[in-house]
């Protein structure tokens, strides 16, 4: 969830440093520190906020030397002040370290280590690892042995980069990502290719316990034991230009709008991955569909498009829930893996749990050289460029996409996605002129403390992945309700203060869910109808266009994705950030 970096090379380290910063501060926002060394002194400097205004408080810009680290937060073990924010150092100021993940055993870590000596500033998990080398070194003097010795010692998911007062960088992983940039005057470590890809697309994806070392002028590579290995390097391939928000005010306001031309490119599939891909899927004697928050909506989709146009059964499995239905999982099972990010520690830990029954795993990912990629038999990308804003929207309709390719693929075309293309760009098109009448709409809603949005068959989906967005954006209380359902239960909530959103364009289950926006509006309460057509029920319209039915999630869910951003921008929460979050959750 922290972002982690190093550089050492002919540049001055800050500046670079700040800017990978800049670029992976997605992956937490509660802090940010910086550590260089200048004439074998470490210096330090960290503070709470965002990178820019951290780094302009405290002149980060200034800091000299050639060789540094840094680190932006998203708190675990601690409260978000200066004292938590990285680097941590070691007691002698020989050693500052930047981490991200959980060291589980850390109590007895920092037990042992207070016990011969050493005095902690900071409450967090991370700190132990600077005092575990500074530890290891008083005893073997040599850093990759003293790497070998604390990682073996260290329980949980890390990834961590040491900087040494004598100039050399270190860094480790298990279970968290570490990436080794090659560019031409020097080496990064970082937890995200984005955090170098402005410097240098040749990358070095570290195995897992694997230590790299950059000393002198040159990196070296060892394994847990410490045997020196050789890597592959590969070739990253990204559009650098997209993670900037051009004109937009928000990332997330450019990411909605990129829709018209990213829902296009997940439907783009290499004929032969798109092939092996299905055939791993027809092979399956049961299907498994998992992944969290937004990739988890997609899933719920994927299960009624797969069911009625492909004919097949899936079982769609949040994956923080995954390893409790284990016992159903064998050999002939297929898992597949839906993520943005292919680094949710939820995910790859449901991924791992069925690699070791023997299941196999698809994937469907935005980022080709993630974890989740790396441990798939087969995986299909999204392919909507680096998205930026925490919360998931070019992402989610660019998973559809794929699911839409793929069901197309298994229905032997006949859905003919590609004939369509055209009219599925124009209808979001069409949608997202609707922008004045969400910022309407977001007037009538932001003083509400709760909002329900109704939607059945694919349109629950939906419905979820609505409120998901209001909630995340804006913090208030949303709900996505099946509609169907509300008899059952929360139909007791509504009152003639509520605000209802019907999602119900016309299709199968359109009359059933007209008769459910009745039923509400009888109870005295407001109706926002998202639909072809008007009706005399809804009080306010969203008039989405009239379309292949079946594509209708692809167009629905991006004036609420609107919605969501213009309520935020009313209630004045930052809709790039929102509070607590973090774009990749790597811890479980
Ligand atoms: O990278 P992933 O798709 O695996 O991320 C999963 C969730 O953390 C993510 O969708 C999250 O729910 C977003 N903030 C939703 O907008």
């Keep these: 969830m922290c972002s982690i970096i190093g550089y050492k090379g002919a540049s001055y380290a800050a500046p670079l440093i700040i800017e990978s910063l800049r670029r992976m501060e997605y992956r937490g926002y509660d802090s940010v520190g910086i550590a260089t060394?200048?004439?074998?002194?470490?210096?330090?400097?960290?503070?709470?906020?965002?990178?820019?205004?951290?780094?302009?408080?405290?002149?980060?810009?200034?800091?000299?030397?050639?060789?540094?680290?840094?680190?932006?937060?998203?708190?675990?073990?601690?409260?978000?002040?200066?004292?938590?924010?990285?680097?941590?150092?070691?007691?002698?100021?020989?050693?500052?370290?930047?981490?991200?993940?959980?060291?589980?055993?850390?109590?007895?870590?920092?037990?042992?280590?207070?016990?011969?000596?050493?005095?902690?500033?900071?409450?967090?998990?991370?700190?132990?690892?600077?005092?575990?080398?500074?530890?290891?070194?008083?005893?073997?003097?040599?850093?990759?042995?003293?790497?070998?010795?604390?990682?073996?010692?260290?329980?949980?998911?890390?990834?961590?980069?040491?900087?040494?007062?004598?100039?050399?960088?270190?860094?480790?992983?298990?279970?968290?990502?570490?990436?080794?940039?090659?560019?031409?005057?020097?080496?990064?470590?970082?937890?995200?290719?984005?955090?170098?890809?402005?410097?240098?697309?040749?990358?070095?994806?570290?195995?897992?316990?694997?230590?790299?070392?950059?000393?002198?002028?040159?990196?070296?590579?060892?394994?847990?034991?410490?045997?020196?290995?050789?890597?592959?390097?590969?070739?990253?391939?990204?559009?650098?230009?997209?993670?900037?928000?051009?004109?937009?005010?928000?990332?997330?306001?450019?990411?909605?709008?990129?829709?018209?031309?990213?829902?296009?490119?997940?439907?783009?599939?290499?004929?032969?991955?798109?092939?092996?891909?299905?055939?791993?899927?027809?092979?399956?004697?049961?299907?498994?569909?998992?992944?969290?928050?937004?990739?988890?909506?997609?899933?719920?989709?994927?299960?009624?498009?797969?069911?009625?146009?492909?004919?097949?059964?899936?079982?769609?499995?949040?994956?923080?829930?995954?390893?409790?239905?284990?016992?159903?999982?064998?050999?002939?099972?297929?898992?597949?893996?839906?993520?943005?990010?292919?680094?949710?520690?939820?995910?790859?830990?449901?991924?791992?749990?069925?690699?070791?029954?023997?299941?196999?795993?698809l994937s469907i990912v935005n980022i080709s050289t993630s974890s989740l990629a790396r441990l798939s038999d087969s995986f299909l990308t999204v392919n909507c460029g680096p998205e930026v804003g925490v919360a998931a929207t070019k992402s989610f309709t660019g998973q559809l996409s794929v699911i839409y390719a793929v069901t197309d693929r298994l229905c032997g075309y006949s859905l003919g996605i590609v004939s369509k293309k055209q009219a599925i760009a124009s209808a979001i098109e069409d949608v997202l002129s609707l922008e004045d009448n969400t910022i309407k709409l977001a007037d009538l809603l932001k003083d509400l403390r709760d909002i329900y949005i109704l939607g059945k068959s694919l349109h629950y989906p939906i419905a979820l992945e609505g409120a998901l967005k209001i909630k995340e954006l804006t913090y208030l209380h949303a709900e996505g309700i099946a509609a169907g359902e509300l008899k059952h239960g929360p139909l007791a909530l509504i009152d003639e203060n509520s605000i209802v959103m019907v999602i119900n364009p016309r299709d199968n289950t359109f009359n059933d869910v007209l008769s459910n926006a009745h039923e509400i509006k009888s109870r005295g309460a407001k109706i926002i109808g998202i639909s072809t057509e008007p009706d005399e029920v809804y009080d306010h319209f969203i008039n989405i266009p009239n379309f292949d039915s079946i594509l209708y999630p692809l167009i629905e869910i991006v004036p609420l994705q609107l919605l969501a951003y213009h309520l935020a921008l009313k209630k004045n929460a930052d809709p790039d950030y929102p509070r607590n979050l973090a774009k990749s959750v790597t811890v479980k």
């Design 37 to 361: 060394i200048d004439a074998g002194n470490i210096l330090v400097s960290k503070g709470v906020g965002k990178v820019a205004e951290v780094s302009r408080a405290l002149g980060f810009q200034k800091m000299p030397g050639q060789i540094g680290i840094g680190h932006t937060r998203w708190a675990t073990h601690g409260g978000i002040t200066n004292a938590n924010a990285h680097p941590h150092e070691a007691c002698t100021s020989k050693v500052a370290v930047v981490h991200n993940g959980i060291i589980e055993n850390y109590r007895e870590l920092k037990r042992d280590l207070i016990s011969s000596g050493h005095s902690f500033k900071s409450e967090t998990d991370s700190e132990v690892i600077a005092h575990m080398l500074e530890e290891s070194l008083s005893v073997v003097q040599d850093k990759v042995k003293a790497f070998v010795k604390v990682c073996s010692k260290l329980k949980g998911a890390y990834a961590f980069v040491a900087v040494f007062s004598d100039g050399t960088l270190c860094g480790s992983r298990y279970d968290e990502p570490l990436i080794v940039g090659l560019s031409n005057d020097g080496y990064f470590i970082s937890s995200d290719v984005l955090g170098f890809l402005q410097y240098t697309d040749k990358a070095i994806f570290l195995d897992n316990k694997d230590i790299a070392v950059v000393a002198g002028e040159n990196l070296y590579l060892y394994d847990s034991d410490g045997n020196a290995v050789r890597r592959e390097i590969t070739q990253v391939a990204w559009e650098l230009g997209a993670a900037d928000k051009g004109a937009y005010a928000h990332h997330t306001l450019k990411e909605i709008h990129e829709q018209r031309k990213t829902v296009l490119s997940g439907m783009d599939q290499n004929e032969k991955d798109l092939i092996s891909f299905c055939d791993i899927l027809l092979q399956a004697k049961s299907v498994y569909i998992t992944g969290s928050g937004t990739s988890y909506h997609s899933a719920l989709l994927a299960k009624y498009i797969f069911a009625k146009l492909a004919k097949i059964r899936t079982e769609p499995i949040l994956s923080s829930e995954f390893q409790y239905v284990l016992d159903f999982i064998d050999k002939d099972s297929v898992i597949l893996a839906i993520s943005q990010s292919g680094e949710t520690a939820d995910v790859l830990n449901s991924v791992k749990h069925a690699k070791e029954t023997g299941a196999k795993v």
